[in-house]
């Protein structure tokens, strides 16, 4: 692979912070639809928090978020945000969520979010045991991910084959309700704006998984 991961997220962090929401009226739904389901004691992880701005929309309704991104430029931006809006019950760390430590039993999160981050992991299937590990169980995963279903399923990881993009899974809406079923999640939401490419999914975490 021509690009590593974080150094390309590094080098977009300014420019994404910039760009406005695609798709404001999705994003709106989402950040909704996560906020009735958080209580104010909750602990919540953000994983690929990129510049923070959904950790800090959440952050008043609950008691503490872990914000994690392993691009060093994206967590300076969120750090930043964070000063200037006063927020102090985010902590934003530079980490890989493959080394974020798995919280011992009586301190996993309530709460874990995904938001378009699921189709960048290397290994799914072991991202959603980690996540199921980390989350209490009853607790709910929010995840929004590029599911790629057209032709663009051909385009965009061609991209990332040659290097220009970072690799992007190709992944179905269908095969990742399954992963995560297979993960001992129930599916509890699914949402998709009209021709969107990301699925909102939200799975609770049942505490079994078919491939202990
Ligand atoms: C498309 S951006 C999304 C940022 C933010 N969640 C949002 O919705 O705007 C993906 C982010 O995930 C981060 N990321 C990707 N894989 C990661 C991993 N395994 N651990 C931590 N961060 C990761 C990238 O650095 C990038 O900031």
Redesign the pocket.
């Known amino acids: 692979m021509l690009i590593h991961?974080?150094r390309f997220?590094n080098m977009m962090?300014r420019s994404?912070a910039r760009r406005p929401v695609q798709n404001q009226a999705a994003y709106e739904y989402k950040l909704d639809f996560t906020a009735r389901h958080l209580s104010p004691q909750d602990c919540l992880l953000?994983?690929?928090?990129?510049?923070g701005?959904?950790a800090l929309i959440h952050a008043p309704n609950v008691a503490h978020i872990d914000a994690?991104?392993?691009?060093s430029e994206?967590i300076s931006i969120a750090r930043e945000k964070a000063n200037q809006q006063g927020v102090e019950n985010v902590n934003f760390e530079v980490?890989?969520?493959?080394n974020w430590p798995i919280p011992a039993k009586d301190q996993q999160y309530d709460a874990i979010l995904a938001?378009?981050?699921l189709h960048?992991?290397?290994d799914l299937d072991e991202?959603l045991d980690r996540i199921r590990n980390s989350l209490k169980e009853g607790g709910l995963l929010f995840s929004?991910t590029v599911c790629l279903e057209g032709m663009e399923k051909y385009a965009i990881p061609a991209l990332g084959a040659i290097g220009l993009l970072p690799k992007i899974r190709v992944l179905t809406q269908e095969v990742l309700v399954e992963r995560m079923q297979a993960f001992g999640f129930s599916v509890e939401h699914k949402w998709r704006p009209e021709n969107g490419s990301t699925a909102f999914i939200v799975a609770k975490n049942g505490g079994y998984c078919r491939w202990n």
């Open positions: 991961p974080p997220w962090a994404y953000e994983i690929g928090c990129g510049t701005t959904t994690i991104d392993y691009s994206m980490s890989a969520f493959d938001m378009s981050v960048l992991v290397l991202t929004s």
